[in-house]
């Protein structure tokens, strides 16, 4: 409220200003961009403007002494008074120099101006001219036989302008430095989107980028955060749908099994029975690829002894032709798993096997690492061409569309086991090469994600 009334405080004009800046990302860059343009403009002014002004100073400073320098000579004296030389010297910060054919005295053990190769620049008295060396003007007077030079003692203009360059440049550079930390914070919400576009990719479509702002980025992140609810909502709709006609499905496909029963052996009743077995296979297992989907999956955990577990799995298939063997680790480990769905997943790698193994042997590991469990299922089969490997594990996909069901199942396989091992908090990662065969590596943790914290 109190911001409120501030602002109807100001002029009627600075508010659509103030509301325009705040609606408008491209027209606040502008505003930094023209902020920090003016700062550099005012920084390298009044830089130059400091050397201009110590530039200046030298210059006029001998115009000063001008007016005085009959009354400073008079003090020296000629002969001149070396005690009153060096007193006048120290208290007007000068260099005085006093030179004729028999002598030569400098007020400064060195002197940074070489007065003898000085050049004639005005007048100033019958006596006295301003003479010019090294950029610099000096004063020169003859009294008496002597030659007297006074000029500024020496002055490190060079330093201070080095030191006004320097303060210049860091100024420049701290403007820059809070123009960036200001484009920076104004960008935050591009970094959020990423992030969130980043964890929708990869299927979380319950994640909502979180803003308040009103200008373009915010409108953006209200576009991204619609665009979820849709996938989501459409996605739902998918899953009720398919789950709906499944179970549907599964009433006549009963029906079907029983009159089945009824008829008299022969092969097309055979080929009828495996072809219903089939569909029924299907069914199950678009359900269970839903129940597992994402947010969806529930499992039954249990402690299992993992190499026992896969092991006895594993041996219901030793009367495989071409030979299975299994190898664990002799030190046996508990994990918590759902005992269906990991037999599940054993038993679809070992069918898989099987199937693309041509009768060559098949090699079943386990062993622990880091606190995972791995199982490796390796064949010696056709194998799996490179462009297929990252497609391979989703659903109804064949890496030869041709092949007939019978040798190519539906798709859904390794889909499964993908989504087994992810309900689990662990990965399934497929290596293969043409003609040398395929090895599947599953990784798996002590506890699945949701009970870490029980």
């Not at 409220?1 to 200003?17: E, G, H």
């Not at 386990?366 to 089969?381: A, K």
Request: proline share 4%; with cysteine; charged share 25%.
């Amino acid at each position: 409220m109190t911001n409120q009334k501030q602002l109807r405080q100001w002029p009627y004009f600075v508010l659509p200003i103030v509301d325009h800046v705040k609606k408008s990302l491209f027209f606040r860059l502008v505003l930094i961009f023209s902020i920090t343009l003016v700062l550099f403009f005012i920084i390298i002014s009044v830089s130059l403007q400091a050397i201009n002004e110590e530039t200046n100073t030298l210059e006029t400073i001998p115009d000063f002494f001008t007016r005085n320098v009959e009354s400073i000579i008079q003090d020296i004296g000629a002969p001149p008074n070396l005690a009153n030389a060096m007193r006048l010297a120290a208290e007007l910060d000068w260099t005085i120099n006093i030179r004729n054919p028999i002598m030569r005295w400098s007020s400064d053990t060195e002197d940074r101006l070489d007065v003898d190769v000085s050049e004639y620049v005005r007048t100033l008295t019958s006596d006295a001219e301003v003479r010019s060396t090294n950029n610099e003007d000096i004063i020169m007077v003859k009294r008496g036989g002597y030659d007297f030079y006074l000029y500024p003692r020496a002055i490190n203009d060079d330093s201070f302008n080095y030191v006004v360059l320097y303060v210049g440049l860091a100024l420049a550079g701290l403007v820059l430095f809070i123009n960036y930390l200001m484009v920076n914070k104004l960008l935050d919400p591009v970094r959020l989107l990423k992030r969130g576009a980043e964890r929708i990719q990869k299927g979380d479509l319950s994640f909502r980028v979180k803003s308040n702002r009103q200008d373009e980025l915010g409108e953006l992140t209200e576009s991204i955060n619609h665009m979820a609810d849709s996938l989501q909502s459409m996605l739902e709709a998918k899953r009720q749908l398919l789950l709906a006609i499944s179970h549907e499905l599964r009433t006549p496909i009963t029906k079907a099994k029983l009159r089945m029963e009824f008829m008299p052996d022969s092969e097309e009743k055979e080929q009828l029975k495996e072809d219903i077995n089939e569909i029924d296979l299907l069914i199950s297992d678009l359900i269970e690829a839903e129940r597992l989907n994402n947010e969806h999956s529930v499992l039954v955990e249990e402690p299992v002894m993992l190499a026992e577990f896969v092991s006895s799995v594993a041996e219901q298939f030793k009367s495989y032709a071409g030979g299975l063997t299994i190898e664990a680790q002799p030190d046996d480990e508990e994990f918590h798993l759902d005992k269906l769905r990991v037999r599940l997943l054993i038993t679809n790698l070992l069918n898989n096997g099987m199937r693309h193994g041509e009768e060559n042997p098949i090699l079943v590991r386990v062993s622990f690492v880091d606190g995972l469990g791995i199982i490796e299922v390796v064949d010696q089969g056709e194998g799996i061409s490179k462009e297929h490997l990252s497609q391979i594990s989703e659903p109804f996909y064949r890496a030869d569309s041709a092949r007939q069901r019978n040798t190519g199942g539906f798709g859904l396989g390794l889909y499964l086991c993908r989504l087994i091992a992810e309900a689990h908090g662990g990965s399934l990662l497929i290596e293969s090469e043409v003609g040398e065969g395929t090895h599947i590596t599953v990784s798996l943790p002590r506890h699945p994600p949701h009970s870490e914290a029980d």
